[in-house]
């Protein structure tokens, strides 16, 4: 087991950015980037012992900071996914955060915590905290926030710990926006894996893929991961809200609190499996629908829609506009503490 540092090319304010390599012999390999809390990589093992790579991103720190964002990788904040309009009220003063999709805000804004350097500490040989301070009107969002996402690498997988505390009251909503293909980063398609997600509802949303503020069933739509599920099965039918996303990006109502399983995601072919555990309400499933072949990945191959799939543990979308979803408001005082465990077995 150790953890080392190297380093990982300079920013073009010519800040310089750090490559921390959690490893466990036999087990997996974590390589994680202090610009945007990165996962870069994350080896596992399959059922014969062969390491291979599951989540996507790219090989230099180019391809992070340069045009088109996929969010590869990348810690979320201040809020994760979308901000209808980009304006919310709290304590009856109005909030305008930064537009960058649809005019709406999301991920935090185009300047959001994936594009900051955090500070690093190692803690110990299997543990690595990465911290930033993000001050009052940080784009647009209201109180200094001070987060810190811990990543502890486990024997069979990776647990991130999200904490963050304010001097004024605002929204948080942090997650990470790995994208997973257990058969192995630049395979191809992720659409013969099976997927089981433990929720029985979903939030539809509009044509800016914004939630309408109703809870519905999955229950005879292509969001119906309830029961064992290959992922590709229903992706292209003609199904309004399929339609509207082109494709999987949806959040998922989780069954129960605490922290429990969530989600399994299984490759029949090298018989990696991924089980989620998290004590979040929600699970945004994304098919990567923007990627057209144009981002090349870790290995060289291009990426396209459906190399991977994104299991983004949250809160749900626009809660600060929507009264009867789980609160995201943090006050002073108020610590918020969220978990979330990548598990990894073999069938």
């Known amino acids: 087991m150790s953890l080392t540092a190297e380093p990982f090319g300079t920013l073009p304010d010519g800040s ?12 997996p390999t974590l390589r994680l980037l202090t610009y945007g809390g990165i996962v870069q990589s994350l080896e596992v093992p399959d059922a014969l012992g062969q390491l291979a790579n599951v989540v996507l991103g790219f090989a230099s720190l180019q391809g992070y900071v340069d045009g088109y964002k996929p969010f ?7 809020f994760a996914n979308r901000i209808a309009g980009g304006h919310f009220s709290l304590d009856g003063t109005d909030h305008w955060v930064d537009v960058n999709a649809e005019g709406n805000c999301l991920h935090g804004g185009r300047d959001g915590f994936d594009r900051r350097l955090w500070h690093a500490e190692p803690l110990g040989d299997h543990e690595l905290r990465l911290s930033l301070t993000s001050p009052d009107g940080d784009q647009g969002f209201p109180g200094e926030l001070h987060a810190e ?17 304010t001097d004024a009251p605002t929204v948080v909503n942090l997650t990470n926006h790995s994208y997973f293909n257990l058969a192995g980063e630049g395979s191809g398609s992720v659409e013969a894996h099976t997927l089981v997600v433990d929720a029985d509802e979903y939030t539809p ?5 914004t939630p309408t503020g109703e809870v519905a069933f999955v229950a005879g739509t292509p969001l119906d991961f309830r029961r064992e599920t290959v992922v590709g099965a229903h992706l292209r039918d003609p199904h ?23 989600a399994r995601l299984v490759d029949p072919v090298s018989g990696r499996v991924l089980v989620v555990l998290t004590d979040q309400p929600g699970l945004q499933l994304y098919t990567g629908n923007a990627l057209d072949g144009s981002l090349v990945g870790t290995g060289g191959r291009a990426y ?31 610590p918020y503490a969220t978990s979330t465990t990548w598990s990894f077995q073999n069938t």
């Open 149 to 165: 996402v811990t990543y502890s690498l486990l024997e069979s997988g990776v647990r991130i710990d999200y904490r963050a505390s």
């Open 205 to 209: 949303v509009d044509e800016s893929m």
């Open 240 to 262: 309004p809200q399929l339609l509207a996303a082109r494709g999987l990006d949806h959040n998922l109502v989780l069954r129960g609190t605490g922290l429990r399983r969530c």
């Open 304 to 334: 396209r829609q459906g190399d991977g799939l994104a299991l983004e543990t949250q809160h749900f979308p626009d809660s600060p506009n929507q009264p009867g979803f789980p609160p995201t408001v943090l006050l002073p005082g108020q």
């Open 72 to 78: 590869f990788g990348a810690t979320i904040g201040r």
């Open 16 to 27: 310089a950015v750090t490559r921390y390599i959690l490893s466990r012999d036999g087990g």
